[in-house]
């Protein structure tokens, strides 16, 4: 568990470092995302050369691609009641549950939100100053003692012994 004593502050250089393997690794993850959909693209659009898939695709003026087969034989097994090769027919094709109003919704939620935070950040560098917090003690330093009195809980529960 973290706690003071085993936490430890980083030197700059340290944090340099540190940083850089970090931007490093990150470069080379994003390069093999990125071959790896340059690959499975270029797959997707090879020609296929099947009896079963090559006619239809044709038929219909499309290009007979693995992509275009993968596509008919997820639409094959949602004819056949396979409800996630429909639901992905269905999101593949662009359709969603949401209706447009939900959708316009949502982008008014995001633009608000990106709008409060903008104004949180001009409004936080005004104060940087201090840590924005005003401790305001205003009781007299002489009061008499008022006790306890809290009007829903019972008589003989507020007596207090003298």
Request: some cysteine.
């Amino acid at each position: 568990m973290a706690n003071d004593e085993n936490l430890k502050r980083l030197t700059p250089s340290e944090a340099r470092e540190y940083g850089k393997m970090g931007g490093k690794k990150s470069g080379e993850v994003r390069r093999r995302k990125a071959n790896f959909r340059k690959t499975l693209n270029m797959l997707l659009t090879a020609e296929v050369d099947s009896k079963d898939y090559g006619p239809v695709p044709e038929a219909l003026g499309v290009e007979s691609t693995l992509e275009s087969a993968m596509l008919m034989s997820m639409i094959k097994e949602a004819l056949e009641g396979n409800v996630k090769a429909a639901y992905f027919v269905a999101q593949y094709a662009g359709q969603s549950g949401l209706s447009d109003a939900d959708l316009k919704e949502q982008s008014a939620r995001t633009s608000q939100i990106r709008a409060n935070t903008e104004r949180i950040r001009r409004n936080s560098n005004d104060y940087d100053e201090g840590d924005g917090v005003t401790i305001v003690n205003d009781a007299p330093e002489d009061s008499e003692d008022i006790g306890y009195c809290d009007s829903e809980v019972s008589e003989d529960i507020q007596q207090q012994d003298d």
